[in-house]
Structure formats: structure tokens, C-alpha cells
């Protein structure tokens, strides 16, 4: 496993003198075995309907900011890298592709009434996106990019400066599970590490936006 999700749980952990266990799911499964408790917590946007069975802390160690990209020839291109707001791209009538289980993408997007597409997982998002199978795509470029490229679609992607949203990502641990008494001393240390500038350092590690 790797990615800095990872490294900023990790060093929180090692810093509470524990360890855990990771697995990697496509993001439908990925809750639903939370919720169903196979799996102890996952990281993401803590929404109302995740708060029904997970627990979490205060401060996010990170805001990912959701950013239109759209094939390089697209015929509105010029209007979609004027977009100011979700109205506009209803307005436009604009198609979306995502992947299942984004809960963002279903509260803010799909029950607008946008068409929207969906596929089992994240980097084949850039394929259909390429394929004009759908408009836009609004993904965090930190993790869009490295499937873009390898996916072989660079070439037909273009990144816009649209940026619709920010999200807040936290530790979401699973109601009764012992790790829930922890999360006030797991908060602390994420604050911790990012008033020593570590998270910083550990995105920058990662991230290469606009490959």
C-alpha cells in the first residue's frame, strides 16, 4: 500500500503505538463493508449518511479540491473553462462520468438532475472521459493525473481551472469499535503533524498536478 493517505494514517499510528491492516476495494465495497463491519474504517468525506454508522474527529488532514477535466477537443470547450457553478453545467447540459459509490457526485450532481455515468472504479473514468463517452469529469487532480497517464490518455485530457468544490477527508472509524475511544488523541496528532508541516511534506511527496 502507498499513497499519502496512507503515510499521514501510518505516522499518526505509529505515533499512538498501533498498527492496522489495509485493504484496497473499489469505493462501493469499500463502505459497505465498513457498514456491515468487515472492515474496521475508510477514508473519506464524513456526509450525513456515512455519520449514520461511522464515527470521526474534528480537524481533516486534507481538503481535495474537485476540478473539471474534459477531453482536449471538446467542441464547448471554451464554455466548460468558463464554468463558475454546478447551475452552470446543468445549464450547459453537460454529462458527467464518476465512479460508483461517489457520494459527492450523487448529493451535488446526479440529484440535479446531470446526466450521469458511472464505472466500477476510478481510472476507467479517464478512458470514458477520453472516448467522449461523457462531458467532464470533476475529480481531484492529485489522483486523476497518475491514471490519466497511465491509462495512455494524457494526450486527450486537459485539466480546466474550474475547481467546484472542496472536500474534507477524515478517518471515518466504524461505530464500536475500540479505535473510537482514541479519535480526540488521533485528532491531536494529526493537528500535530500539521503544525510541523508534515502533511504538507507528505503530499508534496505524491502529488504532480497537470502531468
Not at 474504517?41 to 474527529?57: C, D, G, W
Not at 470533476?138 to 467546484?164: F, L, R, Y
Not at 488523541?185 to 500539521?194: L, W
Amino acid at each position: 500500500m502507498e499513497g499519502f493517505f496512507y503515510d499521514i494514517i501510518t505516522e499518526a499510528f505509529i505515533r499512538m503505538d498501533m498498527r492496522a491492516s489495509w485493504h484496497e476495494y473499489p469505493w462501493g465495497r469499500c463502505q459497505v463493508n465498513v457498514q456491515c463491519g468487515e472492515a474496521s474504517a475508510m477514508i473519506s468525506v464524513p456526509t450525513k449518511e456515512r455519520l449514520e454508522y461511522t464515527v470521526t474527529h474534528k480537524h481533516s488532514f486534507y481538503m481535495k479540491d474537485l476540478t473539471i477535466f474534459t477531453s482536449i477537443d471538446h467542441p464547448k470547450i471554451k464554455k466548460i473553462e468558463a464554468v463558475t457553478s454546478i447551475e452552470d453545467i446543468l445549464r450547459l447540459d453537460l454529462s458527467v462520468v464518476t465512479y460508483v459509490g461517489n457520494g459527492w457526485n450523487d448529493t451535488h450532481i446526479k440529484s440535479r438532475g446531470i446526466k450521469t455515468y458511472q464505472t466500477p472504479r476510478l481510472k476507467n473514468v479517464w478512458q470514458m472521459l477520453a472516448n467522449k463517452r461523457a462531458d467532464i469529469a470533476i475529480e481531484w487532480p492529485g489522483a486523476a493525473w497518475a491514471h490519466i497517464v497511465s491509462e495512455g490518455v494524457s494526450d486527450k485530457i486537459v485539466q480546466t481551472e474550474v475547481v467546484v468544490a472542496s472536500m474534507p477527508f477524515h478517518l471515518l472509524v466504524r461505530k464500536g469499535e475500540l479505535f473510537v475511544e482514541r479519535l480526540e488523541e488521533f485528532d491531536r496528532i494529526i493537528v500535530e503533524m500539521q503544525e510541523e508541516g508534515l502533511i504538507d511534506e507528505m503530499v508534496r511527496k505524491y502529488v504532480k498536478v497537470g502531468l
